[in-house]
C-alpha cells in the first residue's frame, strides 16, 4: 500500500450507532488531518495532529471523536450523528507543518447517516 | 463567510486550448496558495502551489498567477487534454502563530471539462 488509505469507503450508519473511520498513511509523514466536505461546500478542517498530539480542533461537535495512536493511524468515532453530517470524510497528512509541505489525500469515505 | 471563493463552479474547454481557473480571496494574511485536482471517488492531489512572495510559478503545462492587490490568483493549464478533466480547488494557507500550525483553506472548486 501507498500513499493515505481510508477505510471504509462508503459507510451508512443510523443516528444511534458508533462507527470508527479509519485512516493509514504509508508515506512517513507527522501530520495527519481530518476533513469535511458537504455538498457544495469547501472541504472545511476538522482536526489537526502533529506528532499524535493533536494540534487543532476547529469546532467539531463532541460526536466526532478523533484519535491518532501513531504518527502513521488517524481514526475518526462517530456516535449519535445527525442527518447533517452526511458528508465525504477525507483525511491528509503532510511531512510536517510549514508553507510548503503539502498535504495528501486519501480516497475519502462517504458517509451516510439516516 | 467564505474566505477562498472560486465563482465559477464548472467550465468547459476545448482540447489543445488554454484552461484559465480562477480564484479570489479575502484574507490578507494568506501566505500561501495551493491548486488541488480531484478526480471521482478519489481524493485531492496536489497540482501547483505559489508563495505569496511569487506572482507566478511554472511547471510543466501549468501556470499559476498570484495578484496580491486583487487577491487574485488563476490556474492556467496549456494545452489543455482530456485528462486534465476534473474539479480543481484552490487552497489557501494562512501560518497561525499561537500554536506554530497551519489551517489550509478550500475553495468551493471548479468542475473543468475537456471537449475532445
Known amino acids: 500500500e501507498t500513499g493515505v488509505t481510508q477505510t471504509p469507503r462508503h459507510l451508512v450508519m443510523g443516528m444511534t450507532n458508533k462507527k470508527s473511520l479509519k485512516c493509514e498513511q504509508h508515506l512517513g509523514h507527522n501530520a495527519m488531518y481530518w476533513y469535511k466536505q458537504s455538498a457544495k461546500k469547501p472541504l472545511e478542517l476538522m482536526f489537526v495532529?502533529?506528532?499524535?498530539?493533536?494540534?487543532e480542533n476547529n469546532s467539531v461537535p463532541s460526536r466526532f471523536s478523533p484519535e491518532c495512536p501513531n504518527s502513521s493511524h488517524l481514526f475518526l468515532h462517530l456516535h449519535t450523528l445527525q442527518p447533517e453530517d452526511s458528508a465525504l470524510y477525507l483525511c491528509a497528512s503532510s511531512q510536517d507543518q510549514g508553507p510548503s509541505y503539502e498535504q495528501y489525500f486519501g480516497p475519502g469515505t462517504r458517509l451516510t447517516v439516516t | 463567510d467564505q474566505q477562498v471563493k472560486q465563482n465559477s463552479p464548472s467550465l468547459s474547454v476545448q482540447e489543445g486550448r488554454i484552461s484559465i481557473l480562477n480564484c479570489d480571496y479575502t484574507?490578507?494574511?494568506?501566505?500561501?496558495f495551493l491548486w488541488y485536482k480531484k478526480y471521482p471517488a478519489e481524493g485531492p492531489t496536489f497540482l501547483i502551489s505559489i508563495s505569496s512572495i511569487k506572482d507566478k510559478n511554472e511547471d510543466g503545462r501549468f501556470t499559476v498567477f498570484l495578484n496580491k492587490s486583487a487577491k487574485h490568483l488563476s490556474l492556467h493549464i496549456v494545452p489543455s487534454q482530456p485528462g486534465d478533466s476534473a474539479v480543481y480547488f484552490c487552497a489557501a494557507k494562512s501560518f497561525i502563530s499561537n500554536f506554530g500550525n497551519e489551517k489550509l483553506t478550500f475553495g468551493t472548486g471548479t468542475r473543468l471539462t475537456i471537449i475532445p
Open positions: 495532529y502533529n506528532f499524535k498530539e493533536q494540534t
Open positions: 484574507n490578507s494574511m494568506f501566505d500561501y
